[in-house]
């Protein structure tokens, strides 16, 4: 592990970044977050019962623990992990599908680990309730965003599940009727985006592609708060590929810009302030990166390299 000091790139109308510090991991993930103070990397899918699915880090880049979730289920040859999200020296919680064969049905699971690496719940979830996106809540509660409404129909499905550690069930909010185009599946896909789910202090929020619905909702139920974000409209087809929300409500969004000719596509990154209803283009503090995460004073970035995966950590001003 590295830790070196960068400087930013310049700012961009409405977003400012002053230096950025970057801490170096060893390893390259298929998907790398940053949330409540701990970087957490994971391979989506697996089919290596001897390899590690994931690796939870300091937010200097000191490895906590490695999980290997495939190993849990001696029957399963495949799992997939959706998401993964941690409270830090609590557990970890990770949304889990395995699969036995390609004639079996995926299973999903919702499973939690202490940091020792060891097991604290595995629970199955039922279709209507499995879990595309994780977070772990300031308080130790877990929130998912459900894939679908399974077999039951969407005016019946929750489209957000809170559980606490033991796995019971806390509240089923927001009817998947409620969001006409993703009423029977939450749509991801090459054409739309991601769905993103996360936390502030007080809060949790959700977003979903196409629709571009935006609901933030306190989880003692006092308040939820629902609107339209649109699109930034900067080019002929745009793809949001990561959206984070930070403590004081600018939505930060990184888009696929699909121009008319593939030469041009290229990631641009955009934020949309609460007291503004329009985005506004920034630059990121690192070429070819990616966003990764926000928390009440930063924004995470990362950049991949052929010895592993730089963190960049920029305060928004």
Not at 75 to 86: M, P, Q, Y
Not at 138 to 146: H, K, M, V
Request: aromatic share 8%; proline share 6%; hydrophobic share 40%.
């Amino acid at each position: 592990m590295r830790l070196n000091i960068a400087i930013a790139l310049s700012l961009a109308v409405l977003t400012f970044y002053a230096a950025a510090q970057t801490v170096h991991l060893s390893e390259a993930y298929s998907r790398v977050k940053v949330e409540n103070g701990l970087i957490i990397g994971w391979n989506v899918a697996s089919e290596d019962r001897q390899a590690t699915q994931v690796d939870v880090y300091d937010n200097n880049g000191k490895l906590l623990v490695t999980l290997s979730p495939l190993r849990l289920i001696p029957e399963a040859k495949r799992v997939t992990i959706h998401d993964v999200s941690a409270r830090p020296g609590a557990f970890i919680a990770v949304a889990a599908v395995y699969r036995k064969d390609n004639s079996t049905v995926p299973a999903g699971s919702l499973l939690c680990f202490d940091f020792r690496g060891e097991p604290l719940t595995a629970l199955a979830l039922a279709p209507s309730r499995g879990a595309q996106r994780l977070t772990v809540d300031s308080d130790g509660n877990i929130w998912t965003l459900t894939g679908g409404a399974g077999d039951i129909s969407p005016s019946e499905a929750p489209m957000i599940v809170g559980y606490n550690i033991a796995g019971s069930v806390l509240k089923e909010l927001f009817k998947r009727s409620e969001f006409p185009l993703h009423a029977a599946e939450t749509q991801e896909n090459g054409e739309v985006g991601s769905p993103a789910l996360g936390h502030t202090s007080k809060d949790v929020w959700f977003w979903l592609p196409g629709s571009t619905d935006e609901v933030t909702f306190r989880t003692d139920g006092s308040s939820v708060r629902r609107s339209t974000t649109g699109l930034p409209g900067h080019s002929k087809k745009e793809i949001p590929e990561r959206l984070v929300l930070t403590e004081g409500g600018t939505l930060l969004a990184q888009i696929f810009d699909e121009q008319l000719s593939p030469r041009t596509s290229e990631v641009s990154f955009f934020s949309r302030p609460p007291s503004a209803k329009v985005w506004s283009r920034f630059e990121p503090p690192c070429s070819g990166c990616f966003l990764i995460g926000a928390d009440s004073e930063n924004t995470f970035f990362l950049k991949k390299d052929r010895n592993g995966s730089d963190i960049y950590t920029a305060r928004l001003n």
